[in-house]
């Protein structure tokens, strides 16, 4: 896949991993779209280098999904440990 590729990717996995972790993040919506972009890279490397799973080239293969979204709830679980759970 292409660095737009995952970029898109990336939106889409910080989207869904911001459902299925709801509650108000300290950034708003930009820091956690942005967590959700690195969030697939950091999930795509981790498959590839820790896992040894190799990521597809399609932009719909599941373990590929699995992964970016794996990769943003990591990030976003780790944002939220760090900067607080609220706003104030």
Do not use: E, Q
């Amino acid at each position: 896949m292409s660095v737009i590729s995952w970029i898109i990717l990336g939106l889409l996995a910080g989207g869904i991993a911001k459902f299925l972790l709801p509650g108000r993040d300290p950034g708003g919506l930009i820091v956690t779209t942005l967590i959700g972009i690195a969030g697939s890279f950091v999930g795509g490397w981790l498959a590839t280098k820790v896992l040894h799973r190799s990521i597809s080239a399609s932009f719909f293969d599941l373990p590929t999904w699995i992964s970016a979204i794996a990769g943003s709830l990591v990030l976003l679980i780790a944002y939220r440990i760090v900067f607080g759970n609220s706003r104030s």
